[in-house]
């Protein structure tokens, strides 16, 4: 059979129209025309297959295709304030999202399933050793939990998240041979925390709430608190005026217009500022706050970026931020091989 028909058999394509776009996508380098209409994957497009090592195709699917037509919205959020996916619904629209029975599998998909090994230099960035049992809120499938867990042999753990989320997880867990060291409980933070951690962390889960919600979450989070008890939020922050280009910073304002204009989610959630995390805090009943220095422990230069770390003392709701130097996700871009994602979207 003729590799266009068969691609027109098999993804129900018009095949003039698939021979056009695999001739551009050959000028990128994701696929080779070996000979007239004949196609194939090339190295660089390989990580596209759903079932190839190290596949890219959750995030591909996940920022391409899940989340593509709640950008065509921004300009009713700008106008409006509220997110996509409150603006589609009060126009009657249905979203990619919505109509994808598997969206909600992808997005699993895409969150905290990096290697652990991308997640050492925040596991390393605080020291948990003088502690015995550490809570990962929202933690996804695991990554964060599974390289606190490999640092630190004598740690216990606890991922929290939705049920299906955690039903994911386990099985990583199993293969790393961590699973006995870690308890696997699902909650929603917004109803309550779960009790019996020393230290509870959260990366890039408050971002995704308004800030009513995001201070109820730490309110929740300072009513299991031991005595000794740590809270660790490690979020981007950012500046409260930005007074010059920067291409990392132009990364993070960018991960907050997306919460603005295609976060799937109803929530109106946005990355914060100093002054805005700090107006969540007080939120929260903490009373003071002061600041410390950047770990001694400095991540590699590339890519180096500032990661707020927040630790609540729970005998005086005392908030301190630790600026945790950590590597930055790569660009949100079909990268060559041996050059993975990074898997927080927001």
């Known amino acids: 059979m003729n590799p266009i028909k068969q691609s027109e058999t098999s993804s129900k394509a018009e095949p003039a129209s698939l021979h056009r776009l695999l001739r551009a996508l050959a000028s990128f380098n ?64 249905a979203s990619r999202w919505s109509r994808d029975p598997n969206a909600g599998a992808i997005f699993r998909a895409v969150m905290g399933t990096a290697p652990a090994e991308d997640y050492m230099p925040i596991a390393r960035a605080w020291d948990f ?3 015995n049992v550490v809570a990962d809120l929202g933690g996804g499938g695991g990554a964060l939990m599974s390289a606190v867990l490999m640092a630190v042999p004598n740690l216990r753990g606890m991922l929290v998240d939705r049920p299906e989320s955690i039903d994911q997880a386990t099985s990583r867990f199993e293969s790393a041979g961590l699973a006995a060291r870690c308890r696997f409980l699902a909650a929603d933070l917004c109803n309550a925390v779960p009790a019996g951690a020393d230290v509870y962390m959260m990366k890039h889960v408050l971002h995704g709430y308004d800030d009513t ?16 008890g740590r809270l660790l939020v490690i979020e981007f922050v950012l500046p409260d005026v930005v007074d ?38 007080r939120d929260a009943g903490d009373v003071s706050a002061h600041r410390r220095g950047a770990p001694t422990q400095q ?5 180096r970026n500032p990661k707020g ?31 993975p994602h990074a898997r927080d979207p927001f």
């Open 213 to 228: 919600a995001a201070s109820g979450i730490l309110r929740n989070c300072r009513s299991v608190l031991p005595d000794e």
């Open 244 to 281: 010059h280009a920067d291409l990392e910073l132009e990364i993070r304002l960018m991960s907050d217009l997306n919460m603005l204009g295609a976060r799937p989610r109803i929530r109106r959630g946005r990355v914060p500022s100093a002054a805005g995390a700090n107006a969540r805090r």
């Open 299 to 303: 991540m590699p230069p590339r890519r």
């Open 129 to 131: 050793s003088n502690y």
């Open 30 to 93: 994701v696929v080779a025309e070996t000979a007239p209409a004949h196609f194939v994957l090339t190295p660089f497009g390989e990580p596209l297959r759903k079932d190839a090592p190290g596949s890219e195709w959750a995030p591909i699917i996940f920022w391409a295709d899940l989340l593509a037509d709640s950008w065509s919205y921004l300009t009713e959020c700008i106008k409006s304030g509220d997110n996509a996916g409150r603006v589609m619904e009060r126009a009657g629209v």
């Open 309 to 339: 770390a927040w630790g609540l003392h729970g005998d005086r709701g005392v908030a301190r931020r630790q600026r945790c130097t950590t590597a930055s996700p790569p660009p949100r871009a079909l990268r060559s091989p041996g050059k």
